[in-house]
């Protein structure tokens, strides 16, 4: 069992469904992140944020929303979603930038 | 822009021998960090190792030990004496040393470790 939770694990979601991801990370990290992980490709960067301060976009959709209202605590708010964006979404945290990070399980997501 | 290969989406080795994964990387940076990490059938991310760039030892973990070779910006990870669980998809990932540059992942090796 990792330090870094996500709930659920797993959801399957119609395109004008509203739902949101949570991750908490218990090890007092202040760095947090979103990836996407699709099949065959490598995974993507979505969201940092430091300190609760978001510090990247990697250019993601405005129908995923983050927001982080503590070092501890990160969600991934989805509204109106395509097929194309059922993929496996991971969360991780760490101590400051660099350094190494350490994932949740993910939320394998299917949009119908 | 950083980026990461890994040039061997597939590889299989039978119980007990050793493997060696391939990652290169291309960056203008002189401070980094280099990480390999692992994700099993249950699809949890794993660290397994980390390298310092300003580094020139090479990091071991117990069975899995790396080659880096700065040069040649290649960051190659050895497993030895694999068991049956170490069959997983291996990511190599990159991350400089300053700034707020997340980490870059390879695209990632499938690795079958056969009894």
């Known amino acids: 069992e990792t330090g870094v939770t996500q709930t659920p694990r797993h959801l399957v979601m119609g395109m004008t469904n509203k739902k949101s991801l949570k991750c908490e990370q218990h090890?007092?990290?202040?760095?947090m992140y979103w990836y996407k992980q699709s099949a065959k490709k490598p995974l993507e960067l979505m969201f940092v944020?430091?300190?609760?301060?978001?510090?990247e976009n990697n250019s993601v959709p405005s129908r995923f929303s983050p927001e982080c209202p503590n070092s501890s605590h990160l969600f991934l708010h989805l509204h109106t979603l395509q097929p194309e964006d059922s993929a496996l979404y991971l969360c991780?945290?760490?101590?400051?930038?660099?350094?190494?990070?350490?994932f949740g399980p993910g939320t394998r997501l299917t949009v119908l | 822009a950083q980026t990461v290969t890994q040039s061997q989406p597939e590889m299989s080795v039978q119980e007990a021998e050793t493997v060696t994964l391939s990652c290169t990387y291309d960056t203008s940076e002189s401070n980094y960090y280099l990480f390999w990490y692992k994700q099993p059938p249950s699809r949890q991310m794993i660290l397994v190792i980390r390298?310092?760039?300003?580094?020139?030892q090479n990091a071991t973990e117990n069975r899995f030990s790396v080659n880096f070779q700065k040069a040649a910006k290649s960051f190659s990870l050895k497993i030895s004496d694999s068991q049956l669980g170490d069959t997983a998809m291996y990511f190599c990932?990159?991350?400089?040393?300053?700034?707020?540059?997340?980490?870059?992942f390879g695209k990632g090796t499938r690795l079958s470790v056969i009894a």
């Open positions: 990932a990159f991350a400089t040393g300053s700034g707020n540059t997340p980490l870059v």
């Open positions: 944020y430091n300190f609760k301060e978001q510090t």
């Open positions: 991780a945290s760490s101590q400051g930038q660099p350094d190494t990070q350490y």
């Open positions: 090890l007092g990290h202040n760095a």
């Open positions: 390298q310092e760039a300003y580094k020139q």
